[in-house]
């Protein structure tokens, strides 16, 4: 795990709602604290779509819905004069991209093999700072924690790549 402190919360504002640069990930779920509080569960709830084979739509790719998706929404929220007093919003690697990185540092990719369930990053707001968490979340107790690591460093050349400015 490691913690980012975004030097521009601003900015961050502007890629997180306006660009695509975090349009890559899935959205697990989300607090925002305004004149209300609200939440998101990010998870797809299946059984709202019904049977495919009995009429029902086809179900989503994932089991968690895709931060483009959910973007528009989130932005019409945070949209106005006055900034939010706190949020938290916690974004996922898609499976594939998990499986393939698992698989470049020589890691079991299936499920049930894999020690690793997901790589996640929470973005988190108060009090006018913002910083980036990253997190590894394990499927089994391990002692291993190079996929940590490495997800730490990920996150960090994503930040970097999308031109995000922060302090470890």
Do not use: H
């Not at 939440?39 to 089991?63: N, Q, S, T």
């Not at 590894?136 to 690591?149: G, L």
């Not at 730490?152 to 994503?158: A, T, V, W």
């Amino acid at each position: 795990m490691k913690a980012f402190e975004i030097a521009s919360s601003k900015d961050l504002m502007g890629k997180l709602l306006l660009k695509q640069d975090f349009d890559g990930f899935l959205l697990e779920e989300m607090e925002l604290v305004m004149s209300r509080t609200y939440r998101i569960d990010g998870r797809i709830r299946k059984e709202f779509f019904g049977d495919p084979e009995e009429g029902g739509a086809e179900l989503p790719a994932y089991e968690f819905c895709s931060w483009e998706e959910e973007k528009p929404f989130v932005t019409s929220l945070i949209r106005g004069k006055r900034a939010p007093l706190k949020f938290s919003i916690v974004l996922r690697k898609k499976p594939e991209e998990t499986a393939a990185f698992l698989k470049g540092l020589g890691l079991p990719t299936e499920p049930g093999e894999s020690p690793v369930d997901a790589f996640v990053f929470t973005i988190r707001f108060e009090k006018g700072v913002t910083t980036i968490v990253s997190g590894t979340s394990y499927s089994t107790f391990t002692m291993d924690k190079e996929a940590e690591k490495a997800w730490d460093l990920e996150l960090e050349r994503f930040l970097n790549g999308a031109g995000i400015e922060y302090e470890v």
